[in-house]
């Protein structure tokens, strides 16, 4: 495998696990034990306003240790750079587990919810507050557990037993609980306002809205109590709906308590684990409905989303044709990299993909719903991946290494970025997508429209 040697026995993977604020998180694996770590390599030359962040960052997630929390090991300073040395979550982030406008199975909710509690809790018990839950920022660890993750805006709100009103607007704005956007606000009812919204999120595939203000529709009938036959909440089961009233009160002080959530019938229902999308109350859920909804979804998306082609390009190099682009990739990439001879094969795939993928560990990655075999060579890949972008107006970009990064907004107006790399495994050509910035859910949402348009090439 391509890797350079870190530290004494430590090897840094030619390999991106995700993009941070200020850089990269790479992956480094022991030598000898094999053990695996993630690395946030922090740049300080290009991030002037980076170093008092993370300082406050590490001050923070050092003191924690939990088994729902990602451990921080350590960092490394230099003049330029810096690097945070954090437990590895093997399974990626929560919001791919999520499968847009459907969600997920109410067990596995069920479990990453009591999951998030767990963690939650401990933080709270220690005076500290996250303020930017969200599923993008709990990771999956190994054995499928749930770890929180980015302290970047996390604080302190107790001190000696004494509690502080908060002040600072920050977090993620459909996660953001009403008061936050009022200030002063009590830090935990803020945390759990957005628990609640990874709930909702966990159990539809839906946010219930941009932001929790009054200039939003949504939200706006949340709080005049008209929305039980719209989308997400139409969704949910009786009883989900009535943990998910509770949670998203928008009195803080009448909202439920974390105790209160732990011990709400949804929290202790024995769901079924062989029924996918079965309800407390003993419905299922027929599947009408659910392809209703989803039809009404995605009609409402397309509604709101903006086909706009981004005039700045993201990246400097950018081929002004597909023929360039593969004539290009065949000069600069094909000295590197040969798809026949197996014993580059581990090259292909560092260079191919943003985590390296082995027979080992391919099932985990597998669980990643934002990838597909195609039936094609490599080029035609890139080709009809690059034609359809075109046809949707999605920008996009390539760099040396064959990665195209698309770039458009979501229903929200929001910058969304996301990665498309090809890897050859076993013979066969994966395409594969990751999220760069912007809301999981509506960049997964972007994957399915994508995979549509690409149908005719996807290896069934
Ligand atoms: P932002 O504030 O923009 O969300 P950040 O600078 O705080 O980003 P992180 O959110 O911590 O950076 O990390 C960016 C991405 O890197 C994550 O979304 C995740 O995909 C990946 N990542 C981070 N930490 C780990 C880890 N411990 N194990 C595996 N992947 C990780």
Request: hydrophobic fraction near 35%.
């Amino acid at each position: 495998m391509q890797a350079t040697t870190f530290v004494e026995d430590w090897l840094c993977y030619n390999t991106t696990l995700g993009e941070g604020a200020y850089g990269e998180v790479k992956l480094l694996i022991h030598r000898r034990t094999e053990e695996k770590i993630a690395c946030k390599i922090i740049n300080h030359q290009r991030y002037k306003d980076a170093a008092t962040n993370i300082n406050r960052e590490v001050t923070i997630h050092r003191m924690l240790d939990h088994e729902n929390i990602i451990k921080y090991f350590g960092r490394r300073q230099e003049p330029l750079k810096e690097y945070i040395f954090l437990e590895y979550a093997s399974g990626g982030e929560l919001f791919q587990l999520i499968e847009p406008d459907i969600g997920m199975a109410s067990h596995a909710a069920q479990t990453y919810m009591k999951q998030l509690m767990h963690g939650v809790n401990y933080l709270h018990n220690k005076g500290i507050t996250h303020r930017d839950i969200k599923p993008e920022n709990l990771l999956i660890g190994e054995g499928g557990v749930l770890k929180i993750s980015d302290f970047g805006m996390a604080t302190l709100f107790r001190y000696k037993g004494k509690e502080r009103l908060l002040d600072k607007k920050c977090g993620t704005k459909p996660y953001l609980a009403p008061e936050v956007l009022q200030k002063p606000y009590r830090a935990q009812p803020s945390d759990l306002w957005s628990c609640g919204i990874v709930f909702v999120a966990m159990l539809t595939g839906e946010l219930p809205w941009a932001d929790a203000t009054d200039r939003n529709v949504e939200f706006a009938k949340w709080r005049k109590d008209v929305y039980i036959s719209e989308t997400p909440w139409s969704k949910l089961g009786n009883t989900a709906l009535s943990l998910a009233r509770q949670i998203l009160n928008l009195d803080p002080n009448k909202r439920l308590t974390l105790e209160q959530i732990e011990k709400h019938p949804w929290m202790k229902f024995n769901f079924d684990c062989g029924s996918s999308k079965d309800n407390v109350d003993g419905s299922v859920e027929r599947p009408t409905k659910r392809w209703n909804s989803m039809v009404e979804a995605e009609t409402k998306h397309n509604r709101d989303t903006p086909q706009v082609t981004l005039s700045q390009p993201i990246i400097t190099y950018r081929p002004s044709s597909i023929d360039q682009l593969i004539n290009d990739l065949k000069t600069t990439r094909r000295e590197q990299v040969c798809f026949s001879q197996p014993t580059q094969y581990e090259d292909l795939m560092i260079q191919f993909t943003q985590s390296p993928i082995t027979k080992d560990n391919f099932h985990n990655l597998s669980k990643r719903m934002t990838r597909f075999y195609v039936t094609v060579s490599y080029e035609k890949t890139l080709e009809a991946l690059c034609s359809v972008l075109d046809t949707l107006h999605y920008s996009w970009t390539t760099d040396a290494s064959g990665a195209v990064t698309i770039s458009t907004v979501d229903f929200m107006k929001n910058q969304l970025i996301f990665k498309a790399n090809l890897f050859e495994m076993d013979g066969r050509i994966l395409l594969d997508f990751r999220l760069s910035k912007g809301c999981g859910l509506e960049f997964k949402k972007k994957f399915l429209k994508l995979k549509s348009c690409l149908c005719d090439i996807i290896d069934k």
